[in-house]
């Protein structure tokens, strides 16, 4: 440690962020450019160095924080790149995604704020980009004789592409699969470029390719390719397909014209950032909308809205509102579920654009004369069983309802787990064993797919340790790293 008692002299210190007014002008990320390497030696010696980090056990990664933090505030950037490289395939998704549930166990946390873990994460991870640390790393020998198998990843988000990465540096000849025109899964359509420029996720797909992973998209498994003619052709197969069944608002009117799913909304505006059209059909300029739920998706949608200007824009969450600090059933370490401000709010206070509104419930959606989505109805959320309570009805005006209420599972079955012989659970999710084998012999399941709705960082440390079980089938032995079973689950009081 440079300075022993950093934590305790020098206060925490965030990234600084472009003016909200000037961020609602472009789709560009968030943060000032330049603004986190000045901050972050000095952020990395408020770290303890502690006996027991708990950082690692809230890191489904097992990310090695003391290290990297303590050579960060050595400025020995190469050897904290090596630190952090050696447990996240990707770092900059993680630092600029994740929610850190590191900093919630962080031992500071304890009583005070914690190590700035997120930024000096992304400061590490952008600058051994930069600096070419990061570079791919081929295999010495591919497929074939005396070298690996064959393995087709089927999806190509966080979970796949770990696996994916994993599996051909190991060796094997590694095909990805997925149905969408491009590959990232919702790196690509589900995240809005202000949190993450697609650039970079090209940069690490570029990075695949040249290790010798191949990709083949618009290809639906199941549908356009038989899942038997696939696992035929592959010595193992791995399923990464997400969790992308969306909850449904079984309430009357949800079929009018103007109410759409999130992840529909979203996908067109990141199809505009990619060029593929001039405006969204969904877009929300010059109308008022309506957001139904309280989480990350919502929260995309609200700076989206804001970007495409629209006349106002309110979030509906049924739940009421959360403390400002950790309530006594969520005691450190846990990750707490305390009242969070996104950059999209800060936005959408300085834009005026509209409340957010704790404790609602939608009762119904209304029609104008045109037959169109014109007013929502909602009322307060009784604590109890969040119905509606008598005698708080209102009505707002809306003409574009999003609703992002989350995922139940991966969608439902298009052929491929009929023709493979995979089970679902009774919460919609793949069933496989604790080393994420399922009964039909060489398919393994990673992701969400398997887990249900869950971080970026899991979807990482799945498909790591994922291709660390197909790895072991393939060769009987395996030298990758699992940092999870497919039954770990986050700390929890």
């Known amino acids: 440690m440079a300075d022993r008692m950093a934590f305790f002299t020098t206060p925490r210190a965030e990234r600084a962020r472009r003016d909200a007014r000037e961020r609602l002008g472009d789709w560009r990320e968030v943060y000032r450019p330049g603004a986190l390497l000045p901050v972050v030696g000095g952020q990395a010696e408020r770290c303890m160095d502690c006996g027991l980090p708990f950082c690692h056990n809230a890191c489904p990664l097992g990310n090695l924080v003391p290290e990297w933090n303590q ?245 509906l969450d049924i739940n009421p509102r959360p403390p400002e600090h950790r309530a006594p059933g969520q005691p450190w370490p846990v990750h707490p579920k305390v009242y969070r401000e996104t950059t999209s709010h800060e936005e959408s206070g300085a834009a005026a654009a509209g409340p957010r509104v704790f404790a609602a419930v939608t009762v119904r959606f209304e029609a104008g004369p045109d037959g169109r989505l014109a007013a929502v109805r909602l009322a307060e959320a009784e604590p109890a069983d969040r119905s509606p309570r008598a005698g708080t009805e209102r009505i707002l005006p809306v003409q574009l309802a999003l609703l992002a209420l989350g995922f139940t599972g991966p969608e439902p079955d298009q052929g491929l787990f009929a023709q493979l012989g995979l089970a679902t659970g009774p919460e919609g999710t793949l069933t496989r064993d604790h080393g994420f084998g399922t009964t039909a012999e060489g398919v393994f399941v990673a992701g969400d797919a398997g887990r249900g709705q869950s971080l970026i960082v899991w979807a990482i440390a799945e498909g790591r340790a994922a291709a660390a079980a197909v790895d072991r089938y393939l060769r009987g032995r395996t030298e990758l790293p699992a940092p999870i079973a497919a039954s770990t689950r986050p700390l929890t009081a």
């Open 71 to 315: 050579l960060v505030a050595a400025e020995d950037w190469r050897a904290a790149a090596a630190r952090l490289l050696a447990t996240n395939n990707f770092p900059e998704f993680t630092g600029r995604l994740c929610p850190a549930p590191c900093e919630s166990a962080c031992v500071l946390a304890i009583d005070g704020a914690a190590v700035t873990i997120k930024n000096v994460e992304l400061a590490i991870a952008d600058r051994a980009l930069d600096e070419g640390w990061d570079g791919p790393h081929p295999p010495e020998r591919v497929g074939g004789r005396g070298g690996g198998r064959r393995v087709a990843v089927i999806g190509s988000g966080p979970a796949g592409l770990a696996a994916a990465q994993q599996l051909t540096r190991a060796g094997h000849a590694t095909t990805v699969y997925e149905r969408a025109d491009r590959p990232g899964g919702l790196l690509r359509y589900g995240i809005p470029p202000f949190r993450l420029e697609k650039h970079r996720l090209e940069r690490r797909l570029d990075q695949l390719r040249a290790e010798g992973t191949t990709f083949r998209t618009g290809v639906w498994v199941g549908r356009d390719v038989p899942g038997e003619e696939l696992r035929a052709e592959y010595d193992a197969l791995v399923v990464a397909v997400g969790a992308t069944a969306r909850r449904e608002l079984p309430v009357p009117g949800r079929e009018l014209s103007g109410v759409h799913q999130a992840m529909d909304y979203l996908t067109w505006a990141n199809r505009v950032d990619e060029g593929d059209c001039a405006a969204s059909p969904l877009s929300a300029e010059g109308r008022h909308v309506v957001i139904v739920g309280g989480g990350d998706t919502a929260a995309d949608c609200l700076g989206t809205a804001l970007r495409q200007g629209a006349a106002s824009v309110i979030q």
